[in-house]
C-alpha cells in the first residue's frame, strides 16, 4: 500500500509541475467538455477530460501490475 501511495505521490507531483510550467497543455479544455453560462453562473463538466484520465490512468496501472 505505502508503494502505491508513494507513486501516486510522485505522479501527482509531476502532473502539477507539468500544468504550471506548461499552461497551454489543453487538459481540462479539450473538445466535447461541456460549459454552460448564464448571467452570472458557469456550470463546467469536463467528461472528455474525464475519459482521457481514465483512459490514460486504466493503461498506466495494467502496465505496472503486469
Known sequence: M???????????VLVGGLLHFFPRIPLGRLPGDIVWR??????YFP????????ILLSVLLYWLNK
Open 38 to 43: 448564464r448571467e452570472g453562473v458557469t456550470v
Open 47 to 54: 467528461w472528455v477530460t474525464c475519459l482521457v484520465i481514465s
Open 2 to 12: 505505502a508503494k502505491w501511495l508513494i507513486i501516486l505521490g510522485v505522479l501527482l
